[in-house]
């Protein structure tokens, strides 16, 4: 599966922004699906993750209660909507996919997704 994010963008603290991540090529409804972000100088790190179904999901202790991961297998598309934005989210956000046997499994480490999309940017204002 191929993946396309969009969404990022410039936004003020306490602001919102929806991310998208188109995906293309397989059935998408086989793989689950994470969001990652990359801050400049550091490392990847997660942020919130789906299972195929959509019926499980999981998140950063520093997005949870702010972050919403979403998907439409129909759309081939998994969403994240940002609320309350802080300007320590500012990141480039990276949507990724994994296969999984398990319609409940889904992966909070890097190493475990074997695809990624190519990134879009996220700036949050003070």
């Known amino acids: 599966v191929q993946l396309q994010a969009s969404g990022g963008g410039l936004v003020q603290a306490g602001g919102s922004l929806r991310l998208s991540c188109a995906a293309s090529?397989?059935?998408?409804?086989?793989?689950?699906m994470g969001w990652f972000r990359q801050a400049p100088g550091k490392e990847r790190e997660f942020v919130a993750a789906i299972s195929r179904s959509g019926g499980v999901s999981n998140y950063a202790d520093s997005v949870k209660g702010r972050f919403i991961i979403s998907r439409d297998n129909a759309k081939n598309t998994v969403y994240l909507q940002m609320n309350s934005l802080k300007p320590e989210d500012t990141a480039v956000y990276y949507c990724?996919?994994?296969?999984?046997?398990?319609?409940?499994?889904?992966?909070?480490?890097?190493?475990?997704?074997?695809?990624w999309g190519q990134g879009t940017l996220v700036t949050v204002s003070s």
């Open positions: 090529g397989r059935t998408f409804s086989n793989y689950a």
């Open positions: 990724a996919s994994q296969y999984s046997s398990s319609i409940r499994w889904y992966g909070t480490a890097v190493r475990e997704y074997s695809t």
